[in-house]
């Protein structure tokens, strides 16, 4: 069974919808983990805007990347510029993924205005965890 971990820096927003949308794509095959290397709460927006797609993650919890150090992954998924630069190595053999999506927890706005961008980062990770799915 592939193990794939989806490591961002607060576990809360980007980190959370690619986790999501992996597992909306693939089987019972792959496991995938999600971690931060500084983790905060789980983003209600990011919460909500999964919602409006019919994937519950309201449950989700935020892990720390140490949690999953004896872990053997088969891929390591950075989806912001920060992971990428403090990842840990891990002592496995683990393919490095990188792929920067923008921040939504940085926008400012109205609620209407939050929720597109928190929707646009999401459809992002979506097309780019559709895509992963199929090269794997």
């Not at 792929?99 to 609620?111: M, Q, R, V």
Request: proline content about 4%; charged content about 25%.
């Amino acid at each position: 069974m592939k193990k794939v971990l989806i490591l961002c820096t607060g576990n809360s927003c980007r980190s959370q919808m690619a986790d999501a949308w992996l597992k909306y794509f693939t089987s019972d095959n792959i496991e995938v983990y999600s971690a931060g290397t500084k983790p905060e709460k789980v983003n209600p927006y990011a919460v909500k805007v999964m919602d409006l797609e019919g994937i519950d993650i309201s449950s989700n919890t935020s892990n720390n990347v140490d949690e999953y150090k004896d872990i053997e992954f088969d891929y390591v998924i950075t989806v912001c510029d920060n992971a990428k630069e403090i990842c840990p190595i891990f002592s496995f053999s683990v393919q490095m993924i990188h792929s920067s999506f923008p921040d939504p927890a940085k926008a400012k706005g109205t609620e209407e205005e939050l929720i597109k961008v928190y929707s646009e980062v999401s459809g992002d990770l979506k097309k780019f965890m559709e895509q992963f799915s199929k090269d794997i």
